[in-house]
């Protein structure tokens, strides 16, 4: 599904990832770990295609394409998703409005027909529920003085709805309380299925009690230093970062 | 002082004045008016309310209005008009003068009368309508109101809106549709309202053209809102492209009246409006929201003076510009809170957003405070379109055109969100949505 070979990103002339390699097979679920400044985030984006990154070396294969070549509003036409870690607030752009756009989208791009505006309406209410969302928030604007669990619940609602490949999520645990956790998890499990591969990106080990990954990567100073299954990230949660990060100086 | 654009005024008015119908204005205000037009000067873009108008066209204007029954005049259809709003009594005039044969009254309450016809009618029911108006109050008085003057001078016509009754809720729609080109003269489409105490109106007002031609329009609007009364009052400005669409709106709010006004502006080559609001009773209150499109080369300019003279009044002014292509928008807007205006509210959101390399925005908030114990608000900026917002809609795989539009539509919800009728709003939605080019994208959200 996802291939990333010695990837080097700079960001404003300073390297952040230093020869990044991940694979990720169809139908897994990688956890990335690594503490703050590690390069987490500058490896959502890239992926996600956000402008300000430069790429001085490495690919990034995706579905045996090269993903890097793609715009973002391509890359999620062809099924990757990010699930930001700060969801900007869009005021005046309904709820609803984009997550039809984004369908409509996706779909135009397979050559499908728009969808029904009826039959789409019932599968966001039914994800709404799942979410355990109110449908209020439908009508009002993108993320638009939403909590910050609410606006995970959101991305995460966007992610059902849109049904991707390939989904990034960068830090969706943070800000979380624990019941909004779970529903947040939940979620994410419910989309897990051999067609389908995950990256959670993440900074604590909590999430990963409730979405259980395949492989555990440590990502420190822009390398993947580590990587296992799931007892990986006990353990780092155990001795602490210095642990790998120790053994990557 | 006379410059020769002035006396290029002077000479039409001259030429003219014989046959201007004296039941719209009498000789001797028109014959004011002129004199005080002149002794001040026309407008030109050294005066600081002025800088942002396209005024060129002034130099090339013929001053004198189109005249009745003019073969440049091409009266439009019923098809040419917009749909009808249910429950809105319809009055249309072509280029300055009424047309019975497109107007639609719905209910025998309102009432209207021609001065071509000799049908003129006293006030009856609810509201009453006719298209003469009435002795507006001194316009010298007023700190900008020079075109007003021009059209008092040069006025062929116009609805006068009347309500004494305070049970209904009546609904009018006053249509003015411009045909004629600049070189057969100009159309001065002309308003007064006036409510009576405890009264209520929703007025919905539209400024279009058929066809083509170059229009030079003049409008003028007199607005008086007795005690506690409330008007709703809508503008739409839809002038043609081509189109040089000068405006002077002047209202009057008394104790504890409200006035809502919310008005859109897509159309016209060169569009200038100013607005005056007299806060004039304590505990008045006004919302003045607008919005503006501009592209290609427009210009959409507005000028907005708000003056609080007695105590305890609010005011809320809203606007949204955005400038695409080589368009400028402008907003000033200015609020003067007087000694005696103790207790005043006011807040100012003004709001642009620049859409092209080569456009230009230009929003002025403006506080004149000569009291304490007032609260005062205001903010304005002018910027482009988010960068975060945008990369975020890309993210979920919209195209970087639909995601510009979709933004720019977001950035006049606060406008468009205030609009009350369903209907009307829709219309409007259609418009905006229609005035971003490709609108298909976003039609399909609507």
């Known amino acids: ?249 | 002082m006379t410059s020769a654009l002035s006396k290029r005024v002077l000479d039409e008015y001259a030429a003219v004045r014989e046959t201007l119908p004296a039941g719209v204005v009498s000789p001797k205000r028109r014959q004011e008016a002129i004199e005080t037009l002149i002794a001040r000067g026309l407008p030109t873009t050294r005066d600081e309310n002025w800088r942002y108008t396209n005024l060129r066209p002034l130099e090339r204007a013929r001053f004198a209005p189109i005249a009745a029954g003019s073969a440049a005049i091409a009266l439009p259809s019923g098809s040419d008009l917009p749909s009808r709003l249910e429950g809105f009594a319809r009055y249309a005039f072509v280029d300055g003068i009424f047309v019975p044969e497109l107007s639609t009254p719905v209910d025998a309450a309102v009432t209207i009368g021609s001065r071509l016809q000799g049908t003129r009618r006293a006030a009856a029911g609810p509201a009453s309508v006719t298209h003469l108006p009435q002795a507006l109050p001194a316009l010298s008085s007023l700190p900008e109101a020079r075109l007003a003057l021009l059209s008092e001078a040069f006025a062929t016509d116009g609805a006068a809106i009347h309500v004494s009754d305070t049970a209904g809720a009546p609904r009018v729609e006053l249509v003015f549709i411009a045909t004629a080109g600049a070189d057969a003269g100009a159309s001065y489409p002309r308003v007064q309202v006036s409510l009576d105490p405890a009264t209520r109106l929703t007025l919905v007002e539209r400024h279009l053209s058929a066809g083509a031609n170059a229009n030079f329009v003049n409008s003028s609007v007199k607005v008086d809102i007795g005690r506690g009364a409330h008007l709703t009052h809508y503008r739409l400005q839809q002038a043609g492209l081509r189109a040089t669409w000068l405006d002077t709106l002047a209202a009057a709010v008394a104790s504890d009246a409200r006035y809502d006004l919310l008005t859109v502006s897509t159309g016209a080559l060169s569009a200038r409006s100013t607005t005056y609001a007299q806060m004039a009773g304590a505990g008045a209150e006004l919302t003045l929201s607008a919005a503006a499109l501009g592209d290609r080369q427009q210009v959409q300019d507005n000028f907005a003076l708000v003056e609080h003279i007695a105590p305890r009044a609010r005011t809320e002014q809203t606007f949204r510009g955005i400038a695409s292509g080589r368009a400028r928008v402008a907003f000033n807007g200015k609020i003067a809170v007087r000694e005696a205006a103790a207790g005043t509210d006011s807040r100012q959101s003004l709001r642009g957003l620049l859409a092209g390399p080569e456009a230009e925005i230009d929003v002025r908030p403006q506080l004149e405070i000569y009291t304490d114990d007032v609260r005062c608000s205001h903010g304005a900026t002018a910027g482009k379109l988010d960068d975060n917002m945008l990369f975020y809609l890309l993210s979920r795989g919209l195209s970087t055109e639909v995601a510009q539009r979709l933004l720019k539509w977001a950035f006049l919800e606060d406008v468009v969100s205030k609009i009350a009728l369903p209907e009307l709003r829709r219309q409007i939605e259609h418009t905006l949505a229609g005035q971003m080019a490709d609108a298909a994208s976003l039609k399909e959200l609507l």
Request: glycine share 10%; charged share 25%; proline share 4%.
């Open chain 1, 1 to 249: 599904m996802l291939k990333i070979d010695n990837l080097h990103v700079n960001v404003d002339g300073k390297e952040i990832l230093k020869g990044l390699t991940l694979e990720v097979p169809t139908g897994e679920v990688h956890a990335v770990m690594g503490p703050n400044g590690s390069g987490k985030s500058t490896l959502a984006n890239v992926l996600s295609g956000r402008p300000g990154y430069e790429i001085t070396a490495g690919t990034v294969s995706y579905q045996g394409r090269d993903l890097l070549a793609l715009a973002p509003e391509e890359r999620a036409r062809e099924g990757v998703f990010l699930g930001f870690q700060y969801p900007v607030e869009i005021p005046g752009v309904n709820n609803v409005y984009l997550l039809k756009a984004a369908v409509n989208a996706a779909r135009k791009h397979r050559g499908l027909d728009e969808v029904d505006a009826f039959e789409f309406l019932t599968l966001v209410r039914e994800k709404m529920r799942l979410m355990r969302m109110e449908e209020s928030m439908l009508s009002r604007g993108v993320n638009e003085g939403f909590s910050g669990g609410e606006k995970k619940r959101n991305e995460i609602l966007q992610m059902l709805v849109l049904e991707p490949r390939l989904a990034i999520l960068d830090e969706t645990d943070s800000g979380l309380d624990i019941d909004a956790l779970k529903v947040v998890a939940n979620g994410v499990n419910t989309l897990r299925s051999p067609e389908r591969s995950l990256v959670l990106v993440t900074h604590y080990q909590r999430l990963l009690d409730y979405i259980v990954p395949d492989h555990v990567h440590v990502l420190v100073k822009g390398r993947i230093v580590r990587s296992g299954d799931k007892s990986l990230a006990h353990e780092l949660e155990r001795r602490g970062y210095d642990w790998v990060a120790g053994e990557a100086a």
